[in-house]
């Protein structure tokens, strides 16, 4: 990343930063490790990070208030043994700065009814049960453009599936900053999102994102699963009888091994390309175990990593304090100024 990256909001003359969050709201997957943590760890090394613990997203679903700490604890374990230094960026939970919703409130009366109503997570997170949703699901998208723009965040690392959810971030900061004449105060953020691990599908169908929610515990790899358990996820993963094609282009149409295919080279750290290259035009039966060996090598560790630290919980939540400090003291100047702007009472100004 360089300045020109910033050149998105031309008149915005902070500093680059960098700030992204996993909702707190169950076990990470191999989805979130490569569409979110592998570039949590790249990222953090070139700008001043925040990685946020997104418990107040997680409550936009029933969330059962005994596991709220725990599942808390656990993703910062994952950002931890995944490879995020605290001692590089800043970890803490959303709930423990105050300032996100109430940003999150200002927001709500910038965002327009329109613009929410376009987004499509939400309709394939409800699908027919739309009336049954919490107002937090239908409003998520603002609240996260509280958490970005609280910081002022220039740059967001996410998965595929977060895009039109950033676009919305950037209607809200160019239409603040002009409904309150203050061009350049909420920069127009850039997504980070590239590579093959940008959109993982789930294991049992290629056309479904892997998630969290999905009821089949076989569509995903956890990241805390264990070796075998990882393997035999791999084995039993729904592919066709065609040997893997040659090119990337004969991929298409063929959405399980596209995903496999696509596994492989993220988790290696190369191309699809490379992948077909040295795989193409061998069958399942020879791509299965390479695949489920460099997967065993790259997230078994991680979960033993995970399972240390989530039995370390003063320790775990010392790093979180620290968190919360740091995040705080960037988080209530950028928020007082953004009340003084919408007009707001102040006793120390208008004393
Ligand atoms: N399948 C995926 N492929 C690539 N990236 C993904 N992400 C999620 N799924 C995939 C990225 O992980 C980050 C954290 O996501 P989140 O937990 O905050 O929300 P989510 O996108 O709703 O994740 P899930 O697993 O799909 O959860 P549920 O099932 O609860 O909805 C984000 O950067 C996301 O892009």
Redesign the pocket.
């Known amino acids: 990343m360089n300045q020109d990256d910033a050149s998105a909001s031309p008149t915005y003359a902070g500093p680059e930063r960098i700030l ?7 076990a ?10 592998v ?1 949590f760890v790249r990222l953090q090394d070139q700008a001043e990070c925040l990685f946020f613990l ?1 418990d107040l ?2 409550i936009t ?1 029933w969330q059962d208030p005994e596991l709220m700490v725990p599942q808390m604890r656990q ?1 910062a374990a994952a950002y931890i043994a995944s490879g995020v230094d605290p001692k590089k960026a800043i970890i803490f939970p959303q709930s423990a700065v105050h300032e996100h919703a109430e940003l999150a409130w200002i927001f709500n009366c910038v965002a327009r009814v329109g613009w929410l109503e376009r987004m499509t ?1 939400f309709k394939d ?1 409800t699908g027919k049960d739309r009336e049954g949703a919490s107002v937090g699901l239908y409003d998520y998208p603002v609240l996260q453009a509280a958490d970005i723009l609280l910081y002022k965040a220039t740059h ?7 895009k039109q959810h950033l676009e919305l971030t950037r209607d809200i900061a160019q239409k603040f900053n002009n409904d309150f004449s203050a061009p350049g105060f909420f920069p127009l953020v850039e997504p980070v ?1 590239e590579g093959p ?6 294991l049992r169908d290629g056309l479904s ?6 009821p089949s515990d076989q569509s ?1 790899i956890n990241l805390l699963d264990d070796a075998d358990a990882i393997a035999q996820k791999i084995r039993r993963a729904k592919t066709d009888p065609e040997p893997l094609p040659e090119t990337v282009e004969d991929l298409k149409g063929r959405p399980e091994a596209n995903n496999l295919v696509g596994i492989y080279a993220a988790l290696a750290g190369t191309a699809k390309a490379q992948v077909l290259a040295e795989f193409g035009g061998k069958g399942f039966g020879i791509f299965k175990p390479a695949l489920a060996e460099l997967t065993v090598h790259k997230i078994a560790p991680i979960g033993e990593e995970m399972r240390r630290l989530m039995n370390e919980p003063a320790e775990m939540d010392r790093i979180l304090l620290a968190g919360v400090e740091k995040a705080q003291s960037i988080a209530a100047p950028i928020l007082a100024e953004t009340k003084r702007l919408v007009g707001f009472w102040s006793p120390k100004r208008n004393a």
């Open positions: 992204s969050g996993v909702q707190t709201s169950g990470l997957h191999l989805g979130n490790y490569l569409g979110a943590l570039k997104a997203h997680a679903a993703i997570q997170k967001v690392p996410v998965g595929e599936d977060q999102i691990g940008a959109r993982v599908m789930s994102k892997m998630s969290k929610s999905d995903r």
